[in-house]
């Protein structure tokens, strides 16, 4: 009996022992967030466009669809929000002199899409995949800002982008398969 007593626990010395290598290999799995940079305490974009802020103006997913061939019409999409208490004209300056203007009134979100013919720039230099270059100027505000945004241009081989190609609509692929002979 004495001898199944003996073995019935660690001894003191052992049991902090196993304390200490539980604790430190716990404190190693934890650090890995200390070590690891956490993508939630960055500020990014979470879709296809970019974003920035001029001053009380905020823009939010700005992106280019064209035909796909450098050098070609462009629609600016993405939405614009003025936080300030007048109405704001946002322009938006491409390659070769491109330019278009829309005036976004206090408090009321402005949406580029389809509807806003305005939204149209007439040259944009870079193919689809690539960043152009966009100067955004925004002036209203006490303080009138401007910034150069590189810009995701993109095309209509995306569904939900096609309708965006500025000129006639591009056709929708259909599998027409035929016959090898």
Excluded: W
Aim: glycine share 8%; aromatic share 4%.
């Amino acid at each position: 009996m004495k001898l199944a007593a003996s073995h019935r626990g660690l001894s003191l010395p052992r049991r902090l022992g196993a304390v200490a290598v539980i604790g430190a290999s716990l404190l190693g799995v934890s650090a890995c967030s200390y070590i690891a940079p956490q993508q939630t305490t960055h500020t990014y974009a979470p879709s296809d466009g970019a974003q920035i802020n001029l001053g009380d103006v905020e823009l939010r997913n700005i992106l280019l669809v064209t035909s796909g061939r450098a050098d070609q019409p462009g629609r600016v999409l993405g939405a614009v929000f003025n936080n300030s208490q007048a109405p704001v004209q946002v322009t938006f300056r491409g390659s070769d002199g491109a330019q278009t203007q829309v005036t976004v009134n206090p408090s009321e979100p402005y949406y580029l899409n389809e509807s806003n013919e305005a939204s149209i720039l007439s040259t944009v230099a870079e193919p689809a995949g690539a960043l152009e270059a966009v100067t955004i100027s925004q002036d209203g505000t006490s303080t009138p800002k401007s910034a150069e945004l590189k810009v995701p241009v993109l095309d209509g081989t995306l569904e939900e982008y096609k309708k965006y190609v500025p000129g006639p609509a591009l056709p929708s692929p259909t599998s027409s398969a035929t016959p090898s002979s």
